[in-house]
């Protein structure tokens, strides 16, 4: 989203520089607690070293994250618009 969006934030007249550095800041607030690269590798030893490995593996998604994957999309899109205006955009 940042990179596409670079021009805009960059512009000091863009009407939509507010919102987008609002939303930049939560989503870097948001992904705050992944897991490093560290922890990722583990999970991989572990998974390469189990007689029955998981078809999938979860490493690197924060709780809120995974939370807000379960919502609905209605009610994900409310609560990030409530963010965003709490945040001042």
Same mark, same amino acid.
């Given at each position: 989203?940042? &990179?596409?969006?670079? !021009?805009?934030?960059?512009?000091?007249?863009?009407?939509?520089?507010?919102?987008?550095?609002?939303?930049?800041?939560?989503? =870097?607030?948001?992904r705050?607690?992944? !897991?490093?690269?560290?922890? =990722?590798?583990?999970? =991989?030893?572990?998974?390469?070293? !189990?007689?029955?490995?998981?078809?999938r593996?979860?490493?690197?998604?924060?709780?809120?994250?995974?939370?807000?994957?379960?919502l609905?999309?209605?009610?994900?899109?409310?609560?990030?618009?409530? !963010?965003? &205006?709490r &945040?001042?955009?």
């Amino acid at each position: 989203m940042t &990179a596409r969006s670079r !021009a805009t934030l960059e512009d000091p007249w863009s009407p939509y520089r507010d919102l987008n550095e609002k939303n930049e800041a939560l989503t =870097v607030q948001l992904r705050g607690g992944e !897991a490093a690269p560290e922890a =990722v590798s583990r999970i =991989v030893l572990k998974a390469l070293a !189990a007689r029955r490995p998981k078809a999938r593996c979860t490493a690197a998604i924060p709780l809120t994250a995974r939370l807000l994957c379960r919502l609905s999309p209605g009610l994900r899109d409310r609560l990030w618009a409530g !963010a965003l &205006a709490r &945040a001042g955009a």
